[in-house]
């Protein structure tokens, strides 16, 4: 992965990867935080 990310790479996640984003950190914070 490259550091300079185009603007089409951006507008890509800025879209689903905002929603993968949300399901990530609620995954990692679920299974980090709550189960421990």
Same mark, same amino acid.
């Given at each position: 992965m490259t %550091? $300079?990310?185009p603007e089409a790479v %951006? $507008?890509?996640t800025g879209a689903s990867g905002a929603?993968? &984003?949300v #399901? +990530? %950190?609620d995954e +990692? +914070? &679920?299974a980090g &935080? #709550?189960?421990a």
């Amino acid at each position: 992965m490259t %550091v $300079a990310m185009p603007e089409a790479v %951006v $507008a890509i996640t800025g879209a689903s990867g905002a929603q993968y &984003g949300v #399901r +990530l %950190v609620d995954e +990692l +914070l &679920g299974a980090g &935080g #709550r189960s421990a």
